[in-house]
């Protein structure tokens, strides 16, 4: 394999770059921003161009709003190169690049499913991609020798292959991504003329459901402007159920209690969706046990409740610190499989731990 | 003070029994379901009925929907008592009541900010309370000594007053609570009809948004009846800013690339918002840096680091275990305050941990 040309820098490409490097195919790389593509450089991450030979793959990993242009001059530049790209949404991205002159038998266009909260190639990591999902998107004009490059890509970077159609892949971020966005940054922007007071009484809810609110929203714009019909159907759909839900509401504060099925029916399905989504690993949800432990908020103390259940020998599945309002010590819940669960709690409460099964 | 009488010893009136009985007031206990006012017996919390002497105080911890009847009958049974509430909704449950025969001079109603992932008596705690917010919801027609009393409740078990109307209130919890309950059952009923290799590819940022969608939905039907009016009023306001961002999505997908000004503005008011929820322990948001681990799924492996984070002396703020999809170890976000970041990242490096701040 190889040599493989990535232009685009930052922390996905770079860490393709790295990826491949540890695999011991030769790497060229570009970017417009030199500082990007200097830092790639000096990590390892390959050659800065020209390249001295012409390259096999071409892997394209700029922003969405860039990433059509870039794999159609690529195309062109290397007319024998098999060409991909990494950007989250495919569909757009695909014909926009086809429209400006790719040659669509050589372009399997990709998605990696990894990131980080830091961006640019500082942030790359050799192991990045490792085990990850990575979304191939070839249609039917695509290659058979082509596809199989894009795929050694993949394992070469020690992911694995889910392989859609550009569409099923754009509807698909839209649905567990890019309109779970939206609706977190539109609640939390109700919050914003709301009353300190109100807000002061917000819970654990509130805060797991306005956490992504937080996100870059420059980023944000290019990625949902990108895969804006996706993005729209989805959130048609959460309106026509929201607003199904706000006229069985609106029925029943004027006392026809029969609507309250409708709400039931709406929540039902909620925790039926809720349930869809894989655990830990992507393995299907698996029954979990919480064992609760009331801390002090002090240092040392989460040290010693972990050094405890260690001593239990007991593989944590996961662990979530319940924020107790205005009280200076909180509630660590900790998920085991039901089995463990006894010894667990059983090794905590021997070290004077205040266990809540 | 008292004697007390608290009537429905589920999760919520044992644990106020228990924090009284803790203050040595005298509590009586009742409740239509045996077994529960046995168990509350049996824990401590108080007497059962027959009351020896006529209570000063009645609480009433019954479900939403027999709140007011409830608050109405121990009124009339009890005609120099003073009179609370624990409902989680306000201005009808007051409404009602006084409607079905409750003194208003003698009611003010209450919601204590507190809860478990349990039910029943057998989750009480004696300390359930203990520093939380209570909010209380005193009218024009509140008596001021019904008032002091109500408000020396709140303090003898170790929780703070916040003071609302009862319409402020709901509009509060319907905001900071009942309306992002709907908002992810919505959004996760979507995901039912989806393909599996669509939820598949979900990260965190969904799951997150999710999680509360596996709640109780008799419970939530429940609150959502009683509060429909200002659940609807705060679910309109999302419809009408997603309608909007849908209306622009569509713009953008025709080309119209101006409507992305409008997405962005969804975006940084998302943010705002979310800026304003308090932190830890209700103070303002504090800034904080995390640092970031990745760990192998092994037992021992969350002992070992939390025991070298002790070593380092630095209060870890919070916790957060990034669950990596198809993949046997996780990333460990520790937040921690800026100050002590590199304190705490040379103290993990020192001890072989892989470290990405």
Redesign the interface.
Known sequence: MGPVLVIGTGLIGTSIALALRRAGVDVFLSDIDQIQLETAVALGAGLELPVAQAPSLVVVAVPPRHAASVLAQASMRFPAATLTDVTSVKAKVLADAVFEGADPSRLIGGHP?AG??VSGASGA?V?LL????W?LTPTAESAADRRREVYALVSTCGA?V?E?TPN?HD???A???H??????????????E??????????Q???????????D??L??DI??VN??E??D??????D???A??AA??A??TGD?SQ?AK??A?????????????????AAQIEIA?V?V?LL????E??????????S????E??R?E??????S?LV?ISVSPDNAETLAAALRERAFDV?V
């Open positions: 499913m980080r909260e990591r192991d490792d085990d990850r999902l979304v694995y889910v859609m099923q509807r698909a971020v649905l567990v991504s309109a779970p966005q939206l609706l977190s940054s539109v609640l939390a922007a109700q919050l914003a709301a009353s300190t007071d109100y807000v002061r009484i917000a819970g809810g509130l805060r797991d459901m306005t956490r992504i609110a937080a996100s929203s420059e944000w714009t949902l402007s804006a019909t993005v729209a989805v959130l048609t759909g959460v309106v159920d929201l607003s839900t706000i509401l609106q029943i504060a209690s309250s709400v039931t709406t929540l039902q399905n909620g925790a039926l969706g809720r349930a869809l989504i894989p655990g830990k690993h992507g919480i609760g009331m908020d002090k240092p040392g989460l040290a010693r409740l972990f050094a405890a259940a260690g001593e020998n007991v593989n944590l996961d662990v610190i924020h107790v309002l205005g009280r200076p909180g819940e809540r």
